[in-house]
């Protein structure tokens, strides 16, 4: 979930960023909008990449690929961990 999340905010990113190039010096003030949505958006792919790292290094179970699994067990355990 926290990594279809992730693609969700690269996405937002993209079409901000291709909203950005189409105001140009057209549309000023637009621009400037879309340009601190556009930040807003590259923190939460910030916290969102933090948070799949900080996951990555958990107990087991505690993937984020293992969020939906109910039995504490890894869709593919890691290697040296039990
Ligand atoms: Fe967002």
């Known amino acids: 979930m926290i ?3 992730l693609v969700a905010e ?10 950005i190039r189409y105001f140009g010096n057209d549309d000023p003030t637009s621009r400037r909008l879309i340009e601190e ?16 790292v ?12 293992d969020a939906n ?7 593919y355990p890691r290697e040296g961990v039990t």
């Not at 690269?10 to 909203?19: N, S």
């Not at 996951?55 to 690929?65: C, E, F, K, S, Y």
């Not at 699994?69 to 869709?75: C, I, N, Q, W, Y």
């Open 3 to 5: 990594c279809e999340d």
């Open 10 to 19: 690269r996405i937002g990113i993209d079409f901000y960023g291709e909203m």
């Open 37 to 52: 949505i556009l930040a807003q958006e590259e923190g939460h792919a910030e916290d969102l990449e933090a948070l799949i």
């Open 54 to 65: 900080t996951l990555d290094a958990g107990p087991p179970g505690t993937h984020a690929r």
């Open 69 to 75: 699994r109910t039995d504490g067990s890894e869709a």
